[in-house]
Each structure stands twice: as structure tokens, then as C-alpha cells.
């Protein structure tokens, strides 16, 4: 059963703030992500999959997976001071990763791969308590070529289809976005004009129109990383998103969003 | 994709310099190596002198025309700045 759905920044500042970031943006995008845990505690989930793109963290080189399910007993990561330890939903896990490629997605597996800092960062602010078990599924969004949109939205569209028919309560988390180009020379000017126009078409419920952008859109605009959210989309469909917060820093268009699913 | 995107295909001879990078950004043990002695470390990972020498200055544009991955650049030198100067961060 899919109870509620989510799209959470990730922004690393978040988690830990150095000087050059506005500490009241901090703060108010905390406070977001404060009402993404409330609402997670009503939701009551059984367990929380999370569809974040791995920054090159678990995937190096050596394999560079389109879609991935991390199927294990927990998960661990570590960014600066902090160390994660998460359980994972094995049951769940596992059902995802072989109805997935009953479906036709040959996604890859992983029972070891550490865990990227977009998918704990998010869950480091919306975790309710006491934590649920978790189910990572990575999208690849920065080794070119990455999956196109369609795919991850036709994924998404799978991976709802599954998480409904399960006898858990799942709550689903798209982690990334917004507009962002770290490491290239457009960081300090993002496309923030972009995101907003795509929040209002999100808020109309149009977020399948985001299946039929292209790649190279997605690289153009900063917003590589809007695969996770298409993937979501897929799942939930064309319900109204309601936008809990759109936060623009200098380097950084932070969002945080809740599509209210209809549930029994 | 195209040429000029943004993140590009990396090309499989700057592997040994993304092999670096994402050492210098994920491996603590391998930022210390670099810290106490960069020549050697750089060497152990087998970059060429012209890679070693845009590495020490952490020259990105070209670190990426050589075909590193903007991102591990971003990342790397990110990790080797806080080593450098902690300065003032705050944990939340």
C-alpha cells in the first residue's frame, strides 16, 4: 500500500552549514522537512523507499548501474562526523527487485554498496520515530548516459503498481533537486525562473509532463537530479503537489514537496 | 548527450584521475596519503605529471578538459579544503 509520497532536498549544507550558507534558508528548509515528519508519523509507513541518485559514492567506475535496490538486512554511510546505519525492508527489498524484472527493468542488486549522503541526508530530517526499516532505490543521475526521464517515469510507474499491491504501508521519498550544477561554472547561478515554473505544474498536477523532457533538458537547467522526482511521478501519478517549501540559495534551489495520496 | 553538457561521458583515459578523485572525496585513509605526501600518492593512482600538476593547484576547468567528472572535482577539492582550514561548520 503506498501511503504517502515526498520530495526532500538533499543539499549536503543542510546537514552541515559553513558560513557561506544562509543560516535562516538552513532553518526554514529544516522546518519543511520538520512537517515531511509529522506528516510521515500520521502516515504511519510500515517502511520508507527512498529513490535518491547516487554521487558517485556507492557506484564508482568499476559499475555504474541505471536503477538499483539496495536488498540487505541494513545499510551504512558516513559523511563528515556522522556514521549511518539503516535497517532495510528486506521482505519489501526483495519484492521490489524481482517484480522489477518480472516487469522488464533489469535493475541491479546490491546486499553491500554504501549508502550516499542523498539518501541519508533527507532521512537524517524526516525520519519519524520510532525509525522504519528502509528501501533505497538509486537512480543514476551523474554518470552519463543516465537513464532517460521516460524510463525512470515507466520505472516509477512499475514500482507504484508494486508498492500498492504489497500488505505494508510505504511511505515513498524522492530525494534530490532542485536546480543545481556543482562542480561545473554554472554554481553559482542555478536556474531558479525553471523551478518555479515546474513547481506551478506540479501543483496542477501535471507531473507526467515530466516524463517527456529530455536528458539534456534535465542537464541544461541544473536539474540532472530530477530523475528521482520523475520516478516518484511515475508512481503517484498526476496528483497536486502541495509545496512545502522552495528555497533558493546561491548555489541551490532547495525544495521540499508532498503529493497527499488518497488513501483508505 | 552532447558535447556541451554539463556532465559529460567520462572518457576511460582520465580513469586513473576520476580513480583519484573519488579516493580524495570517499577514502579517508587515501586523504591522509595525499596530505603527508601528494607526489607519492598521486603516483600510486598513476597519474601523469601534467594531471599531478592540475591536481595540486586544483585547477577544474582543466581537471575537466583532461576528462575528470566535474562533480568528483567539486567533491575532492571540497574534502581537501576541510582538512586544510575546518573553519566553521555547523553540525546539525
Known sequence: M?????AVAHTPQLLIRPETEDRDLVLRVHAAMGRVKRRLQELRPDAIAIVAGDHVEAFFLDAVPALAVYVGRECAGTFGPYRYRLDIHEPLARAVVEQGIERGFDLLYTQDAKLDYAFYVPLHFVMPEPARPIVPLHVN????????PARCHAWGAALGEILRARPERVALIASGGMSHFP?????ASPEFDYDRALLDLLRDGRGCDLARVTGEELDKRGNIELRTWITLLGAVGDVRAEV????????????????????A | MSEGAHYRFPPSEAYPLNRCLYALKS???????FLADPVAATLEMGLTEGERADLRRMDRDALVARGAHPYLVFMAGLRLKI???PGALEYF
Do not use: K
Open chain 1, 244 to 263: 512545502y517549501c522552495y528555497e533558493p540559495s546561491w548555489h541551490h534551489g532547495n525544495a521540499v514537496v508532498e503529493w497527499p495520496l488518497e488513501t
Open chain 1, 183 to 187: 562542480g561545473t561554472d554554472r554554481y
Open chain 1, 2 to 6: 503506498l501511503v504517502g509520497a515526498f
Open chain 1, 141 to 148: 543521475v551523474y554518470l552519463p548516459p543516465q537513464p532517460t
Open chain 2, 83 to 85: 582538512a586544510a582550514e
Open chain 2, 27 to 33: 577514502d579517508p585513509a587515501f586523504i591522509e596519503r
